[in-house]
């Protein structure tokens, strides 16, 4: 640098300068940057799969959304508009602990819960079902495209977490299907969210095992994917990386984003 | 689109249900049924996350560009029709002497034209928002927050199919944009669209066209 300033002193003196002014817009961009990141991450705006090429259209996605929708219910429909049939999507092969609890009518089907929570838990269905029933006639959207309206009927799964009561530091609720490969996980926001239920029922009846039966967690304000079939076991954490990849779940280890609320 | 090349009008739409049309070609997903006897490999997880990646850099953009284009006057001068131009004649006159092919004159030739600016005019502000609305009509927990945004388009199936029909028009758009360019003198004009800097030479002049 001193060598070339000697012989070209015009040219280096813009150049110095150039270099003095674009320097102090690095140093002030990325501590604009560096604080941005703090406070998003005070208020839980960061997702899990933020690193990475595409970390940063996640962030914005997870960020807007979460300061938009905190606290919005997801659309309910009237009962006309329940579509008939529902609709069944594809289902990986059942397991043999699957099969084996499906001849048995499901009686021996348990939902364990533990992690940060003052009492862990194990409830069989009929337990579920003692607790308060709630139904909500919402929508199922597909990241293929498609999407149908069902009422759902369960309990919501902030009861089940007050049963077992969660402590102060919780940030998110991991849960995982009977399948192992198939486990996801919310915010608190979404885990507390008052139509975020455990569902047993649908339009009246028992949720068939082709839409989730006999458990499935729904989460109307994100897409289908997040609504995990055949739910067993819920571990509440305030930190998601000794899970899996530590990207929050299945869904980023597939290629698939973690929050799907777009 | 290609996991469900299948289209519907109001709130849902599934493999069950009666499509608005279907496009005809091989889905990504088994259950589908596209006539066609093999699946396709899954392209959604990448595409989905190159497709909102891309969507805030338009949004950063366009944002930009509009509000440099409103202060500094670009829009009044250069995009809006001029103020002899701001009649039905004039718009009528303007589409006769294209369907006759007519050779603009100079002063034409170094500016925007009246339907060239309608057609920007559009683009700008009817399409691009138009679909980043309809994109956003699609998002379960933009709409729980917003849900006029859905149910003035008729329903997040209809948004679906109106969010395919204005990206097919913006890419007719490009498509027919790049061509006028190639017809005008391609090398001048792509490099002065892309950096900004004056335009060089005669337009539509041979030599541009190599």
């Known amino acids: 640098m001193n ?62 959304q979460r300061l938009l929708t905190r606290h919005s219910l997801a659309r309910e429909f009237s009962r006309s508009q329940i579509s008939k049939p529902p609709f069944p999507n594809e289902i990986p092969p059942f397991n043999d602990a699957f099969k084996k609890l499906q001849a048995g009518g499901f009686a ?6 533990d992690g940060m929570v003052a009492r862990p838990a194990s409830f069989s269905l009929d337990q579920l079902k003692s607790f308060p029933s709630r139904s909500q006639i919402t929508m199922v959207q597909c990241e293929e495209g498609w999407s149908y309206i069902a009422e759902w009927i369960g309990v919501p799964l902030s009861h089940v977490l007050d049963v077992v009561g969660i402590l ?19 915010d608190m926001d979404d885990a507390l969210h008052p139509q975020t239920f455990l569902t047993y029922g649908m339009n009246g009846d028992t949720l068939p095992v082709g839409n989730g039966g006999p458990l499935r967690l729904r989460v109307p304000r994100q897409l289908g994917y997040k609504s995990v079939k ?22 980023p280890e597939g290629g698939y984003a973690w929050y799907a609320g777009i | 689109m290609i996991s469900h090349p299948r289209f519907y009008w109001g709130e849902t739409g599934n493999d069950l249900t009666q499509p608005l049309f279907k496009i005809p070609i091989p889905s990504s997903r088994a259950l589908v049924p596209s006539g066609y006897g093999y699946v396709l490999p899954d392209q959604n997880g990448w595409s989905r996350y190159l497709h909102f990646q891309t969507a805030w850099v ?43 092919f007519q050779r603009p004159g100079t002063e034409e030739a170094w500016s925007y034209n009246l339907l060239q600016r309608l057609s920007y005019l559009f683009v700008i502000f009817v399409l691009f928002p138009f679909e980043i609305w309809t994109g956003l009509a699609m998002s379960p927990a933009f709409v729980s927050a917003v849900p006029a945004a859905v149910t003035l388009l008729g329903g997040q199936q209809s ?49 541009e066209r190599t």
């Open chain 1, 3 to 64: 060598d070339s300033l000697s012989s070209k002193p015009f040219s280096n003196k813009l150049s110095r300068r150039k270099l003095i002014t674009s320097g102090l817009a690095t140093v002030a961009g990325v501590t604009a940057l560096g604080a941005a990141a703090k406070v998003a991450q005070k208020y839980g705006l960061v997702p899990p799969d933020h690193g990475g090429f595409w970390g940063p259209g996640e962030t914005l996605n997870y960020a807007s």
């Open chain 1, 108 to 113: 021996d089907w348990r939902l364990t819960v």
């Open chain 1, 168 to 186: 102060p530091q919780a940030k998110y609720v991991v849960y995982f299907s009977i399948d192992r490969d198939w486990w996801d996980s919310i």
């Open chain 1, 230 to 251: 055949f739910i067993t076991h819920l571990t509440v954490t305030d930190n998601l990386k000794a899970f899996g990849k530590g990207l929050g779940s299945a869904s």
């Open chain 2, 58 to 100: 338009v949004v950063f953009t366009g944002l930009l560009y509009v509000i440099f284009g409103l202060l500094t006057g670009h829009f009044r001068k250069n995009v809006f029709p001029r103020e002899d131009d701001r009649s039905w004649r004039a718009f009528a006159n303007a589409v006769a002497g294209h369907l006759r």
């Open chain 2, 159 to 207: 948004a679906r199919t109106l969010h395919l029909f204005v990206s097919l028009a913006l890419v007719l758009f490009v498509l027919v944009h790049v061509f006028m360019i190639f017809l005008a003198g391609f090398r001048s004009r792509m490099r002065a669209m892309i950096t900004g800097a004056k335009i060089t030479g005669r337009a539509g002049s041979e030599t």
